[in-house]
């Protein structure tokens, strides 16, 4: 039988144990990290540690290797759960694979790599989430919230898709599994574990990418000027950092949203409650919250962004498309000119 040929290997690494303490993860906020033991499972129908299915470590560079038609060689995490809400977090290099997991909440999570279209992610052998990635460093966070039943995969940042919860206890896995995947390599880095945390909330610096055009909230023209404009644009990473934002919590649920070339906030010109006001930057702190907003989830990655003075959306006038199109508030309606992704630098 196949489970009498199969050697298994395990090789315990043993973290501080029984210590926590509050960091900033990727994604969300309030997260508490931990450091749980791990086990390097090494498995295999007629292979060892020193053959086929391998692991190692050099730098924090964490690499899993099948070279044979192995079954796995994959970190088990040893931090079942069974609520509450937990987020892995890790950096990843597929460098080959076919249909090879890479990331595991076991056991109904599974990012899955293909080699197809420059090397692409999966959930399982389903929705598709990146491709071009083949030995391109990438940003892999799960977040499983156990009490309403799902786990959300983000790449880079990006909200990607919801998988719907198996049967626990849970845990975390990394590494290449798969049955028949000769040469099945991964490398991981960072990885971290969070629990306890929320999936909304924000800190840090963000692009603002409207959801029906896929452009940037950007300053016109990188101006440091109060009163500057604001519209969309198509996103640069190249500086001026004008198409990027800070985020910061003034409490309450409500947060300034600073421009990271400027410094200056965005803002609802002169105060207005009207719909069709524009939306300009000026310095923060006046006597109006017309400079602070709050950030509502919509599922999916979105968000509606609400002015505290108000209570309109941040929206793309007319449902404009093109680089350029002005940025003001309106009513919520519910369009995908008015809902945003948030993704984090």
Known sequence: MKQSMTLFRCLAFVAVGGLSFTAHAQIGSGWTEYFPTKSIQLWGPTRDVRGGTSYSNSGGVETFTMTDNDERAEAKVNNNYSSGMQQFQGELKA????????????????????????????????????????????????????????????????????VNQGAGPWYHKYGVYNASTEGAQSQWRNV?????????????????????????????????????????????????RNDEWEIISVGSGFYRIMNRHSGKALVVQSASTADGA???????????????????????????????????????????TSDGTNIDQWSWTGGSNQQFQLIQL
């Open 95 to 162: 460098n080959y694979g076919q249909g090879t997991s890479m990331h595991q909440v076991f056991k109904f999570v599974m990012v899955v790599y293909y080699p197809d279209n420059g090397g692409e992610l999966r959930q399982h052998s389903g929705t598709h989430m990146i491709s071009g990635i083949k030995g391109v460093w990438v940003r892999v966070n799960t977040i499983h919230n156990v009490a309403a039943g799902y786990c959300d995969v983000y790449i880079n940042g990006t909200y990607e898709t919801r």
């Open 192 to 240: 971290r574990y969070f629990k306890d945390g929320s999936a909304s909330g924000f800190s840090g610096n963000y692009r603002i990418v409207a959801r029906h055009s896929g452009k940037a909230v950007v300053v016109q023209s990188a101006s440091l000027a109060d009163g500057a404009n604001v519209f969309q644009y198509t996103y640069t990473s190249a500086t001026p």
């Open 278 to 320: 524009d939306v300009i930057q000026w310095t923060y702190g006046g006597s109006n919250t017309n400079d602070e907003w709050s950030i509502v989830d919509l599922g999916g990655g979105y968000y509606r962004i609400v002015n505290r003075n108000s209570g309109k959306v941040l929206n793309v006038s007319g449902s404009g």
